[in-house]
């Protein structure tokens, strides 16, 4: 299995701030990395796909980057909307896995 | 607007089966897979397995032998089965469409669509 680990686990932010998140896979995942936004009672919602590509909707703040092994999630201007836990998921392979979480919380 | 929403019981006694269905409207299933994610209350997702219209399915090795999906495309629904489960199946069970993205020259797997999850409880 790919195991995926995501960096920091929890991070506190202020409205406006610049937030990245890692996630660093056990073995390359190509492009094969997507990110997801979680809101506590709420389904994830597919944020990036394919390392970079923004899902329909998704505003432009959001932005994916890396190749191989090691990943970004940016958020460049943190709204009040944004504050949730990210988790990236890799499809290279089955199983398909998630990391960890990032929880981004309010400072 | 294609929405998904799981049905099951929310309690099942330990050593017994738990089974969801997913029901799909607002588009047809073919061309996707579905799949069945689980959260552990303070946990993160862990991918269950998944299914193909054909009936095709891929399981996640550490449930691989107590876990059984099926899809009827007439219905619109897929099911998950667990067996023997215990206090380490509580979760919130979702179920998630899998929709291919062509970027370039190449197609990549999201789950664009989910249900807002139920809860089982795995307790005597």
Redesign the interface.
Request: proline share 6%.
């Given at each position: 299995?790919i195991q995926l680990t995501q960096s920091p686990s929890s991070l506190s932010a202020s409205v406006g701030d610049r937030v990245t998140i890692t996630c660093r896979a056990s073995q390359t995942t190509s492009?094969?990395l997507?990110w997801?936004q979680?809101k506590a009672g709420?389904?994830?919602?597919?944020l990036i796909?394919?390392v970079s590509?923004l899902?329909i909707g998704v505003p432009s703040r959001f932005s994916g980057s890396g190749s191989g092994t090691d990943f970004t999630l940016t958020i460049s201007g943190l709204q009040p909307e944004d504050f949730a836990t990210y988790?990236c998921?890799q499809?290279y392979n089955?199983?398909?896995?998630?990391?960890?979480?990032t929880r981004v919380e309010i400072k | 607007q294609v929405q998904l929403q799981e049905s099951g019981p929310g309690l099942v006694k330990p050593s017994e089966t738990l089974s969801l269905t997913c029901t799909v409207s607002g588009d047809s299933m073919t061309v996707y897979y579905w799949?069945w994610i689980r959260q552990p209350a303070g946990k993160?997702?862990?991918?269950i397995?998944?299914i193909y219209t054909s009936g095709t399915t891929?399981?996640?090795?550490?449930l691989k032998s107590r876990v059984t999906m099926s899809i009827d495309t007439s219905k619109n629904q897929f099911s998950l089965t667990v067996n023997s489960v215990t206090a380490a199946d509580t979760a919130v069970y979702?179920c998630?469409r899998?929709q291919g993205?062509r970027?370039a020259a190449?197609v990549?797997?999201?789950?664009?669509v989910?249900?807002?999850?139920t809860t089982v409880t795995v307790s005597s």
């Open positions: 299995d492009s094969y997507n997801y979680h709420k389904a994830p919602k597919l796909y394919g590509n899902q988790y998921q499809t089955v199983p398909l896995t998630f990391g960890g979480g | 799949n993160g997702l862990e991918w397995g998944r891929n399981y996640n090795p550490s979702y998630a899998s993205f970027a190449t990549y797997y999201g789950m664009d989910w249900g807002h999850g």
